[in-house]
């Protein structure tokens, strides 16, 4: 019987999640389908319930609807209040994740960034920093600096990881609301949470250069992604930051979703990382849109 996986999302138009899973089934030989359907908010939790789906992934504006409606929702799930990865138990029971965590572990280690001991200047409070400082402070890095544009939602965004944080004392030391990056300091890590680069006539996130603020940076991490990389992260390399875009963090969670699904399995990650690539130039051409975005 073919397994049938859903993205939910609205837009998922552009989502190139599909080629992933499809490559990924095809090499693994696995008898399933993935497609992407646009949902409206109150449709989350009935399609996710419904019997006739394996599971599936969630991209905005669903995730945290999506995490409402687990029965067994993952430690990540329960730290970040989101769940991009479902999928229905032999028990019937709805088990979901929050794979961006395990994504984004995934884009650093290949960046060859070890977080023990780093320290870390954070870009933007929304979702996709929830997964960031879980997955930050679960690896052990010293300092997590959070800059975002409403300064609330940053402090909303330390509370939340103080009060789920393994070790809130701990968190409670190293997560802090930055009003602007200290000039001159250094840091292992910038990492661009912020939507900014999604649509072309964006500014930076941050000026990483002489120019900017002042701060030295060892690598940067875009979460946004883009066919031949985002400007930002062209920006850092010219400036010799090592440097990566959002298209790892993409592969990494897919991956794992695949993962979870098909427990003992091993996900082609090289393969998955190639359809996205292909995806994303086809996507990029004149007519196609800007190949940019999220899952
Ligand atoms: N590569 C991946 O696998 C992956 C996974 C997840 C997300 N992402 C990417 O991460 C980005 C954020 O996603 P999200 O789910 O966190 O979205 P979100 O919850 O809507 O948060 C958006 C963030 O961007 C900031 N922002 C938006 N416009 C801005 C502007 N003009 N100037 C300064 N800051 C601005 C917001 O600041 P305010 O709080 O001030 O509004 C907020 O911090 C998206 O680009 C998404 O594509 C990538």
Known sequence: MTLRFVLLGDPVRHSISPAMHRAAFEIRELDAEYTARRTAPGEVGSIMRSAGLAGGNVTLPHKLRAARALTRPSAAVRATGACNCWWRRTDGELAGDNTDVGGLRIALSRLGFQPQGGRVLLLGAGGAARAAVHALLEGGVSSVEILNRTPARAHALRDRALAHATDAARAADAVR?????????????????????????????????????????????????????????????TLGIRATDGLDMLVGQAALSLERWFPGLEAPFEAMREAAVAELAARSGPESGDGSGTG
């Open 177 to 237: 609301v930055a009003a602007a990056p200290h000039p001159g300091a250094t840091y292992d890590l910038v990492l661009n949470s912020t939507s900014l680069g999604l649509s072309p006539g964006d500014p930076f996130p941050l000026d990483l250069g002489p120019g900017g603020h002042g701060g030295r940076f060892g690598a940067a991490v875009d979460m946004v992604y883009a066919a031949g990389g985002t400007a930002w992260i062209r920006h850092a390399r």
